[in-house]
């Protein structure tokens, strides 16, 4: 079955990067759009990014706002998100899954997505 591992998180000042990783070990991996979402206590999981099978489209939540970057490497079964300009704001898990197929291409839907990993944990705090 496939399964996402991500990586990446940390602790970060406000103001700073991380760069998270994505990886799954399935050949399928490159048909499919993979999105990336986050969930801080006591809150809803919320879409942040996606990005196309073939890494052309891509689709950003309305509170990147130019910060974050999508990007993926078929080659390598790898999705990335790099976050800069990082708030308090962007804390907590964050987790990558696959899209169901039947949805919107670049949908940010928690729902519509499946094949979820455990997530890495965002902490942006001085």
């Known amino acids: 079955q496939l399964q996402f591992v991500e990586s990446g998180g940390g602790l970060v000042r406000p103001g700073g990067s991380l760069r998270l990783s994505c990886g799954a070990d399935?050949?399928?991996?490159?048909?499919?759009?993979i999105g990336w979402f986050r969930q801080a206590p006591g809150k809803e999981r919320e879409g942040v990014s996606c990005?196309?099978?073939?890494?052309?489209?891509?689709n950003y939540g309305y509170f990147v706002k130019g910060r974050f970057t999508i990007s993926r490497d078929n080659a390598k079964n790898t999705m990335y998100l790099q976050m800069n300009s990082l708030e308090p704001e962007d804390s907590g898990i964050y987790y990558c899954?696959?899209?169901?197929?039947?949805?919107?291409?670049?949908?940010?839907?928690?729902?519509?997505?499946?094949?979820w990993g455990q997530g890495t944990q965002v902490t942006v705090s001085a």
């Open positions: 899954a696959r899209r169901r197929e039947g949805t919107g291409k670049l949908s940010l839907r928690a729902q519509d997505y499946e094949y």
């Open positions: 399935e050949f399928t991996f490159n048909y499919y759009t």
């Open positions: 990005i196309s099978d073939s890494g052309y489209r891509t």
